[in-house]
């Protein structure tokens, strides 16, 4: 039943899009990526160096050394939906680097009830199938160093494919653009999602569609508009890395999350609104990490028509040896937020070790 109600919201949500840009488009693509950049609450922009810099800041290419694969699952919604991630990225030579990844966030095994009922207006359970609706963001990425010392940039081409079983399925396309500098131990970096915004076009089975149009009285009497746009996005961040005695060291982070409309988010105008964030992680011999941040401050509006701030803190943990990375990150620690908490693991290789 969880299933079937969660199929009823999806279907009403995304059917109901218009031809205008809107505020929240292709979100699971917002979500995040890697147990370590997520225990840090997404504060990654400016210090991302590795087979994430894909998703993270395409420019962080230009820091690899060999050939990465990443891995990741989580389950949201109490196990309902299940977000899966796989990338891969190398150099390739000392001025250039190269990556391609693939993101789906998925519902599996919905009812379809939607014939439950046969023409003489008897129940037949029999008339119960399953679906799935599936959100797909394949991405290749390049990144190139600057011919000013200290800058790298980067840029992602993705497309997006998104499918609500027979019902309704779409293709999107998109680029997003990074940059990096780095002077001593301060780290900058800029990322740019969505830049020309995403396009992203629906087909929609008009044979299916009618027999769900009447399921709400007076609801969903027309069939809605074929496209979707997402808008541009920016992260602005700045890192520092701290080496304590040669053993330790404290990673300290912060982004600045913009959407060029009027959100929640914790400063908000008809212009832009911001969302902050911040990150630390401490390391030990480049072997154990310990991570922790707070991100998501929202408005929230209560009961008694008042708003208090929520956030998000998230904490996570990292064992690295011998070029496998394995990472754990808990989000929304103490459902402090109006986000719902999910476990996380990710893990990343190194595969220049498999040629010692």
Not at 150 to 155: D, N, S
Not at 241 to 259: E, G, P, T, V, W
Not at 292 to 309: I, M, Y
Not at 331 to 349: C, E, H, P, R, W
């Amino acid at each position: 039943m969880k299933k079937a109600s969660l199929f009823v919201l999806l279907l009403a949500s995304t059917l109901n899009y218009s031809q205008a840009v809107r505020k929240y488009s292709n979100e699971f693509m917002n979500i995040g990526v890697d147990a370590a950049a997520l225990g840090m609450s997404n504060t990654v922009v400016a210090s991302t160096d590795d087979v994430n810099s894909g998703y993270w800041n395409p420019a962080g290419l230009m820091h690899l050394e060999d050939h990465q694969v990443s891995l990741m699952h989580a389950n949201y919604f109490a196990n309902i939906a299940q977000y899966d991630y796989l990338a891969y990225a190398s150099p390739i030579d000392d001025q250039s680097a190269w990556g391609i990844s693939l993101i789906r966030f998925g519902v599996d095994d919905i009812l379809n009830t939607t014939e439950l009922i046969d023409s003489q207006g008897n129940i037949d359970y029999n008339r119960i199938s399953l679906f799935s609706t599936a959100d797909y963001g394949f991405t290749f990425s390049y990144a190139r160093k600057l011919p000013v010392p200290g800058f790298q940039y980067g840029a992602n081409a993705k497309v997006i494919r998104r499918i609500i079983g027979k019902f309704a399925s779409s293709w999107g396309f998109g680029f997003d653009v990074g940059l990096q500098f780095k002077k001593n131990n301060w780290q900058f970096g800029l990322m740019l999602r969505d830049i020309i915004t995403t396009y992203n076009v629906w087909n929609i089975d008009e044979e299916e569609y009618k027999k769900i149009a009447n399921a709400v009285p007076g609801e969903n009497q027309e069939l809605p508009e074929s496209t979707e746009i997402t808008a541009p996005k920016a992260q602005l961040g700045i890192a520092k890395k701290f080496i304590i005695r040669y053993d330790y060291s404290i990673l300290a982070a912060a982004n600045m999350n913009m959407r060029f409309t009027k959100t929640n988010d914790l400063i908000s105008t008809d212009f832009v609104s911001i969302d902050p964030a911040i990150g630390l992680e401490f390391g030990y011999t480049d072997l154990v990490f310990v991570r922790a941040g707070a991100g998501n401050f929202q408005n929230v509006e209560q009961l008694d028509s008042t708003e208090k701030v929520g956030f998000q803190p998230n904490i996570g943990l990292g064992f690295k040896y011998k070029g496998i990375q394995i990472d754990y990150a808990l989000t929304d620690l103490g459902n402090q937020s109006t986000a719902l908490y999910s476990n996380i693991f990710s893990v990343k290789v190194d595969l220049g070790l498999f040629r010692n």
